[in-house]
Nanobody
Framework: QVQLVESGGGLVQAGGTLRLSCTGS????????MGWYRQAPGKQREFVAV???????NYADSVKGRFTISRDNAKNTVYLEMNSLKPEDTAVYYC??????????WGKGTLVTVSS
């Protein structure tokens, strides 16, 4: 049974830093593309960043230069380093695993709150 568990969320002041982690189990982690998405109150879930199984990364324009995605396949974990946080980054952050011919999996999310 595949599980993705996010951690690292919390309350931080604007300009601060947080590091999110997402650890997978029950899966061949290295073959999945791993992504971070977020959903702010009253808004749709949106893409934040992705790290493909082939080693490529991509970011939403709103987080480029501030957020960094990385992964450690040996630890079955993908990270999201978030710097220079803004109040508009407040959201529940979700981890997603997907790949060609593979089923999509989502974690349950971790809440990030940025105070002004």
């Amino acid at each position: 049974q595949v599980q993705l568990v996010e951690s690292g969320g919390g309350l931080v002041q604007a300009g601060g830093t947080l590091r999110l982690s997402c650890t997978g189990s029950g899966m061949r982690f290295s073959i999945y593309t791993m992504g971070w998405y977020r959903q702010a109150p009253g808004k749709q879930r949106e893409f934040v960043a992705v790290y493909t199984s082939g080693g490529n990364t991509n970011y939403a324009d709103s987080v480029k230069g501030r957020f960094t995605i990385s992964r450690d396949n040996a630890k079955n974990t993908v990270y999201l380093e978030m710097n220079s946080l803004k109040p508009e980054d407040t959201a529940v952050y979700y981890c997603k695993a997907n790949g060609f011919g593979l089923k999509d999996y989502w974690g349950k999310g971790t809440l990030v709150t940025v105070s002004s």
